[in-house]
């Protein structure tokens, strides 16, 4: 069972340990959300020159596409403001000051039909965020900015949140990707070619749980949930914001690792709520060498299996 929390008003230290545990909340939008969802939204509009972004993919070539999320998704990641906007978002819900840090803002693209399902517009198939170093306390926070519907939102397979699933993660090393996947991630046009932690077994996508919040609302999970990009059926390009929290009480505890043998870390990349300084280096290298072991191994299966 997976109890899914609306609107509540747990303190941090309860809905973290409910998120651990597989819980998920959903807000509806406040007045921090809304500013962050407004602000993305007319940054939308300023690339693409439109009034309506959700459309624009039916009126410009897949090529000027991409060109314009070339310059969007990294002049949104670092705009200063974002930090600032997230930070209310975090302080209005309660997020301790001093022991939660966070992440820059990225904003997502899921376009309708075929139209662009790779590079900058990678369609996620079934993964938890876990396969890619995170820490196993990491919980994602998921915004719409435009209104979404159950034919391009985002899937859970809560099925998953405590059944092993053999994986690639143990070929992933955030390190290694950081100097060359996300370079790679701009000249892939159609063709995705990159390595991805991604799962070897067939997953059953359904049952799968879709949850609709209005745009400026937020989905809060744990990082170790397997979610999906739910192919776009709809006409509308889906566009959202996620960013990471990590509390620094909980650096090496957080959801039971199941199947994540990932290495690295991307402890570095997250700033303290109260004065935005990173963790120090020294917190940084002790969790890339602390990763709790997996209690299934796809490594140790597919070395014997050879
Ligand atoms: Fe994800």
Known sequence: MTPIFFDSNHDDNTRLKNLYSGAIYVFSPTPSGIALQDFAAEFCK????????????????VSEFIETLKRLKPEFIHHPSCKKL?????????????????DVPRIRTACAGDYLSSGLAYAFKPHRDTWYSTPMSQINWWMPIFPIGPDNGMAFHFDYWDRPIKNSSYQFNYQEWNQTGRKQAHNQGNVDK?????ALEEIKTEPATTLICEPGGLIVFSAAHLHSTIPNTSNE????IDFRTVNESDVLGGAMNLDSESTGTTMMDYMRLCDLEHF???EIESH????????????????SDQ
């Open 280 to 282: 120090p280096a020294g």
């Open 237 to 240: 390009t889906r566009i959202s």
């Open 194 to 198: 990159r390595v991805q932690s991604e």
């Open 288 to 303: 890339a060498n602390s990763i709790p072991q997996p209690q299934f191994s796809s490594a140790k299966i597919l070395n």
């Open 46 to 61: 300023d690339y693409f020159q439109t009034q309506s972004p959700t459309t624009v993919q039916h009126e410009l070539p």
């Open 86 to 102: 997230i930070a209310d978002i975090l302080s209005d819900l309660n997020c301790d000051q001093k022991t939660t840090y966070f």
